[in-house]
Nanobody, 124 residues
Framework: QVQLVESGGGLVQAGGSLRLSCAASGGTFSSNAVGWFRQAPGKEREFVASIDWSGHSTYYADSMKGRFTISRDNAKNTVYLQMNSLKAEDTAVYYC?????????????????WGQGTQVTVSS
């Protein structure tokens, strides 16, 4: 069983940056792919980015390419999401999720473990 805790959210002005962290405990985190998702008020949860077990393969939603970077440090059992050039429409609760598979992907249903989320608010 993997437990995930997100941190690093907050209030930032448009054009600013934030780095989110997803700290894992339990299980064998280094063999799990991890994804970041987000959910804005009144909207469905959507895929942001994923990273495979090794950190060598990453995948992004089109609207995040070039602005967001996902990375991981398996020695620290932590995955990061660096968010740059933030826009008001990036405002959402951001969730990290881990799956038993090592490969990653964009489907919500493939992820087995979820954190509680961290709020990101971008003011325009």
């Amino acid at each position: 069983q993997v437990q995930l805790v997100e941190s690093g959210g907050g209030l930032v002005q448009a054009g600013g940056s934030l780095r989110l962290s997803c700290a894992a405990s339990g299980g064998t985190f280094s063999s799990n792919a991890v994804g970041w998702f987000r959910q804005a008020p009144g909207k469905e949860r959507e895929f942001v980015a994923s990273i495979d077990w090794s950190g060598h393969s990453t995948y992004y939603a089109d609207s995040m390419k070039g602005r967001f970077t996902i990375s991981r440090d398996n020695a620290k059992n932590t995955v990061y999401l660096q968010m740059n050039s933030l826009k008001a429409e990036d405002t959402a609760v951001y969730y990290c999720a881990a799956e038993r598979s090592p490969y990653g992907g964009s489907r919500i249903m493939q992820y087995d473990y979820w954190g509680q989320g961290t709020q990101v608010t971008v003011s325009s």
